[in-house]
């Protein structure tokens, strides 16, 4: 196959890189019955508990709609619930409940080797470098 100018292309990489990181990341976290962005939620609920689902969807970037569909499978699966903010009666804060605490330590312990695993031929400095320059291009944008 010729790919003509594509392995010339910074994006052509990126984006080779990321369906190979995310399909296998998604693998990973499937047993568990959550998605990629479900993980990504829970990891922010779990560092921030109490937050917003306003707050919660400018930090991930998603639309304020599809986060009240993310959280309404959540809270059905259990792992998350909303109470009543202690600082805004128009809002909920956001927390994850036992089982979603306990799922989560589960999933991060997993996600810690899959990233092993992507990184296992790259030392710390080039894995530093290779952080360093992902976050360059990302903020680039």
């Not at 080039?126 to 903020?139: A, G, H, P, Q």
Request: charged share 30%; aromatic share 8%; hydrophobic share 40%.
């Amino acid at each position: 196959m010729d790919f003509d100018i594509l392995p010339e292309l910074v994006g052509f990489h990126l984006r080779r890189a990321q369906v190979s990181v995310f399909n296998r990341f998604g693998r990973v976290i499937a047993r568990a019955g959550v998605t990629p962005g479900q993980f990504g939620i829970l990891v922010l609920i779990g560092a921030n508990s109490g937050l917003t689902q306003s707050s919660l969807a400018k930090a991930a970037g998603v639309e304020r709609s599809t986060m009240v569909a993310t959280i309404d499978t959540l809270e059905r699966k259990k792992l998350t619930e909303r109470s009543p903010s202690p600082v805004d009666r128009r809002s909920y804060a956001l927390i994850l409940t036992p089982e979603g605490k306990s799922l989560l330590t589960k999933l991060k312990r997993a996600v810690r080797e899959h990233e092993k695993r992507i990184l296992r031929d790259f030392n710390p400095e080039e894995k530093d470098k290779l952080m360093e320059f992902l976050y360059r291009i990302w903020s680039a944008g």
